[in-house]
Nanobody, 121 residues
Framework: QVQLVESGGGLVQAGGSLRLSCAAS????????MRWYRQAPGKQRELVAT???????NYAESVKGRFTISRDNAKNTVFLQMNSLKPEDTGVYYC???????????????WGQGTQVTVSS
């Protein structure tokens, strides 16, 4: 059984910072891509940032220069450092990963339960 658990969300004023964490646990052999998505009220879920096992990163245009994705492969954990937050960054942030289990079963698009981020103006 594999589980992704996010933490670090909360309420912050515009211009502030938050750091999200997502820890993968269970029978894991390796994790290739790790991603952060977000979903604002009444909107579709959107991809915010991606990092592969080698550390290559990609970001949505709306967060470039403000957000940084990183990972600790030894701890199967991905982070999202969010600076200069804006009210439009408000939403539920979800962790997503492509996982190989200990039995080498491929588990693509594995999701966490989400963590709420609210940015007040």
């Amino acid at each position: 059984q594999v589980q992704l658990v996010e933490s670090g969300g909360g309420l912050v004023q515009a211009g502030g910072s938050l750091r999200l964490s997502c820890a993968a646990s269970g029978s894991i052999f390796s994790i290739t891509f790790m991603r952060w998505y977000r979903q604002a009220p009444g909107k579709q879920r959107e991809l915010v940032a991606t990092i592969d096992s080698g550390g290559s990163r990609n970001y949505a245009e709306s967060v470039k220069g403000r957000f940084t994705i990183s990972r600790d492969n030894a701890k199967n954990t991905v982070f999202l450092q969010m600076n200069s937050l804006k009210p439009e960054d408000t939403g539920v942030y979800y962790c997503n990963a492509d996982i190989y289990s200990s039995s080498r079963r491929y588990l693509p698009n594995y999701w966490g339960q989400g963590t709420q981020v609210t940015v007040s103006s």
